[in-house]
């Protein structure tokens, strides 16, 4: 079992940073991948970012040049700092643990991001 906590959400005006964190314990697999997805509501859950222990990153292209995700290993924490933050970015943001060696997937509770305009 893994857990995930996740915080830093929050209210921000259009053009104002967040940055969120997500630190897990448990179960944790030496090697994996740890990754923001966000959930706008009436709407499916979709990648943001994520990163692997080694460090391999992906973004969706409408948070690249915006968003940075980065992780501590040791700390086994996963931070997305999100800069020009735009309303659109308004969600429900998860936090998402998996590994190649496990076929189970972990979520965090969610941290509510609101932009306003």
């Known amino acids: 079992q893994v857990q995930l906590v996740e915080s830093g959400g929050g209210l921000v005006q259009a053009g104002g940073s967040l940055r969120l964190s997500c630190t897990a314990s448990g179960s944790i697999f030496s090697s994996n991948t740890m990754g923001w997805y966000r959930q706008p509501p009436g709407n499916q859950r979709d990648l943001v970012a994520s990163i692997t222990t080694g460090g391999i990153t992906n973004y969706a292209d409408s948070v690249k040049g915006r968003f940075t995700i980065s992780r501590d290993n040791a700390k086994k924490t996963v931070y997305l700092q999100m800069n020009s933050l735009k309303p659109e970015d308004t969600a429900a943001y998860y936090c998402?643990?998996?590994?190649?060696?496990?076929?189970?997937?972990?979520w965090g509770q969610g941290t509510q991001v609101t932009v306003s305009s």
């Open positions: 998402k643990y998996s590994s190649v060696y496990s076929s189970r997937i972990f």
